[in-house]
């Protein structure tokens, strides 16, 4: 009935449904009609060679030379698509079909027209490419997967003269600019009768951080001698000693922060 009200979507759903549930190779063939009227004639293809394929030890000659002829009509209506992917294990979308994982058994058939590839594999950036069909043709279109590498930008400015050291390697004096590997890294900034400065800085994937750092000039205590009778005492020394080679702790936390670019002045302690 809903062949003969034209209504193929609906009966080629009816059909489909009748061989999932018999796997009845008639039905394989009543569906390759379906999409012959819908003018899907790559589906009609496959459709047509399963049924000769599934029903053969019950064709007669004159139901094989019936399709025979179907696909010989139709020969010049489809073309023949080869995807290669260069990473084993990705999945490959055809017109938003899933049509298998590289690397793919055999050839896809199309129609003739614009068709849309997608590929996907963790850890890999997606690619898209479309190729255009015509008709019998053979087509192959390779696809190489770029490595989707998870980077974080941290810029660091300071005095012109100070060196700047990430993760106890010097990368340059007074500004640094460039990508990183998200996780935490150690930031040291040293000058000549500067304080140094250390800080251990984390980094999310796609963050720009910016730290804006101005070093402490070094302040040391005056040295006067003083002389009681034969003795020479140095005041101040002990003092001065003492705040010399104290401790300092020189590592500022780094703020909790949404993704962006955050900018702070620190200084040495």
Excluded at 47 to 70: F, H, I, M, P, W
Excluded at 100 to 111: F, M, Q, S
Excluded at 217 to 246: D, E, I, N, R
Aim: overall charge negative.
């Amino acid at each position: 009935m809903l062949v003969a009200n034209g209504d193929f979507v609906a009966a080629l759903a009816k059909f489909k449904e009748a061989y999932d549930t018999s796997k009845e190779p008639q039905m394989l063939y009543d569906m390759a009609i379906c999409e012959k009227n819908l003018r899907h004639y790559a589906r009609m293809q496959v459709l047509l060679q399963r049924y000769l394929q599934e029903g053969a030890t019950r064709l007669t000659a004159s139901d094989r030379a019936s399709v025979d002829g179907a696909l010989a009509a139709i020969k010049e209506l489809v073309a023949s698509l080869s995807v290669t992917v260069s990473e084993a294990g990705a999945s490959v979308v055809l017109d938003g079909e899933d049509v298998g994982v590289a690397p793919l058994d055999a050839p896809i058939p199309v129609d003739l027209g614009t068709h849309q590839i997608r590929v996907t594999k963790a850890d890999f950036k997606p690619i898209e490419q479309s190729v255009e069909a015509t008709g019998g043709q053979a087509l192959t279109v390779t696809i190489a997967l770029v490595r989707d590498v998870h980077l974080g930008e941290l810029v660091l400015k300071s005095d012109d003269e100070a060196t700047l050291s990430i993760d106890d390697t010097v990368v340059g004096k007074g500004h640094f600019d460039s990508h990183l590997a998200p996780g935490t890294h150690r930031v040291r900034l040293t000058a000549p009768g500067k304080e140094p400065y250390q800080a251990d800085i984390g980094l999310r994937d796609g963050e720009v951080r910016t730290l804006d750092i101005t070093l402490r000039s070094q302040h040391h205590a005056a040295v006067w001698p003083w002389v009681v009778g034969s003795a020479v005492v140095v005041a101040g020394a002990a003092v001065g000693g003492y705040f010399l080679l104290k401790p300092k702790d020189t590592t500022e936390p780094f703020p909790t922060g949404t993704a962006g670019a955050v900018q702070f002045s620190a200084f040495g302690r």
